[in-house]
């Protein structure tokens, strides 16, 4: 029995989705893509991405685009402290909620090791996803010093990381914390949640070779979106 075409490329996007080859968040070709590419009618196109979205795998985002649904995201915690992979980061965009240089006793966190008068950078933003649904809360403390013209950087687009390595910062080692909390009122209303959620927050720390803290970065996921884990390979027998 011969498989109709529609579900041959319904198929082929499937496996490409379960295998992570197109993953959570990434933008399905359009109608007029498939069309092109499968030599098939824009209303055989459209029963393909219709389907992956009533099958759960896709959305449709009338005037957006068709992407991968993000039902439950699955963060690998080696990607946060990866400069290449912390670059690409999750799909979507930043809003920033505040971003301000202040003292280091008066920033919204802590920098270790950092006097009271020391002059930090305070960067808040919550990341959107594709779907424009609050995923998650990121809060900057970056010593000045370090960091002088951070505040004229985009900073919708801002990757901390890779901006303090081109500018010569000597990071030396980088420090990942998991911290359980449960949200405040401020949180839960960015995040779209009930106030006192429990939740998972990633905490990152940059040390320069002199031990100093370069920048310390919170990461408040929203409850529920995510499953963190790490992934290393076997030891040699």
């Given at each position: 029995?011969?498989?109709?075409?529609?579900?041959?490329?319904?198929?082929?996007?499937?496996?490409?989705?379960?295998?992570?080859?197109?993953?959570?968040?990434?933008?399905?070709?359009?109608?007029?893509?498939?069309?092109?590419?499968?030599?098939?009618?824009?209303?055989?196109?459209?029963?393909?991405?219709?389907?992956?979205?009533?099958?759960?795998?896709?959305?449709?985002?009338?005037?957006?685009?068709?992407?991968?649904?993000?039902?439950?995201?699955?963060?690998n915690l080696l990607n946060f402290v990866t400069p290449a992979a912390a670059?690409?980061?999750?799909?979507?965009?930043?809003?920033?909620?505040?971003?301000?240089?202040?003292?280091?006793?008066?920033?919204?966190?802590?920098?270790?090791?950092?006097?009271?008068?020391?002059?930090?950078?305070?960067?808040?933003?919550?990341?959107?996803?594709?779907?424009?649904?609050?995923?998650?809360?990121?809060?900057?403390?970056?010593?000045?010093?370090?960091?002088?013209?951070?505040?004229?950087?985009?900073?919708?687009?801002?990757?901390?990381?890779?901006?303090?390595?081109?500018?010569?910062?000597?990071?030396?080692?980088?420090?990942?914390?998991?911290?359980?909390?449960?949200?405040?009122?401020?949180?839960?209303?960015?995040?779209?949640?009930?106030?006192?959620?429990?939740?998972?927050?990633?905490?990152?720390?940059?040390?320069?070779?002199?031990?100093?803290?370069?920048?310390?970065?919170?990461?408040?996921?929203?409850?529920?979106?995510?499953?963190?884990?790490?992934?290393?390979?076997?030891?040699?027998?």
């Open positions: 029995m011969t498989v109709p075409l529609y579900v041959q490329i319904r198929r082929g996007i499937e496996a490409k989705i379960r295998s992570g080859a197109l993953p959570p968040g990434a933008r399905l070709p359009t109608e007029m893509d498939l069309s092109a590419q499968y030599g098939v009618s824009r209303a055989t196109a459209q029963r393909v991405l219709n389907d992956l979205a009533e099958a759960g795998l896709a959305i449709r985002r009338r005037r957006h685009g068709t992407f991968v649904a993000d039902v439950m995201r699955q963060i670059a690409k980061g999750v799909p979507g965009r930043h809003e920033v909620v505040s971003a301000r240089i202040v003292r280091a006793a008066d920033a919204v966190l802590s920098l270790p090791g950092a006097s009271a008068d020391t002059a930090v950078v305070e960067l808040v933003r919550r990341k959107l996803d594709v779907r424009e649904e609050p995923h998650s809360v990121e809060r900057h403390v970056v010593l000045f010093a370090a960091a002088p013209d951070l505040m004229n950087e985009n900073l919708e687009e801002l990757v901390t990381l890779p901006y303090l390595q081109r500018r010569g910062v000597p990071v030396d080692s980088i420090r990942l914390y998991l911290d359980p909390v449960v949200l405040d009122e401020d949180d839960a209303l960015l995040l779209h949640c009930e106030t006192g959620t429990p939740a998972l927050i990633r905490r990152r720390e940059l040390r320069a070779d002199d031990g100093s803290t370069v920048e310390v970065v919170t990461t408040l996921v929203r409850p529920g979106t995510a499953e963190f884990f790490l992934e290393l390979p076997a030891p040699a027998v």
